[in-house]
């Protein structure tokens, strides 16, 4: 977890969303983890870094797009 007043990096957010999903139901489970393969999908193209903060990775998301369609192209 970030540091007390520095933005959560995209890593961070990621971590922590696969860290809290078996608290979940099942089904939510499922959507947390299409979610994050999608993150990690658009990470992996080099449209967002781990290390960026959330507002610039959703930035830089809005840019090309939206998750749904960076991580399909």
Known sequence: MSAPG???TLEEYLVELE???DDRPEQVQDGIEIYVGMW???IGKGVVAPS???ETALKKL???GGL???SEE
């Open 52 to 54: 960026d903060d959330l």
């Open 19 to 21: 860290r809290k999903k």
């Open 40 to 42: 990690k999908k658009v």
């Open 6 to 8: 520095k933005p959560l």
């Open 62 to 64: 809005d840019d090309a």
């Open 68 to 70: 749904y369609a960076a």
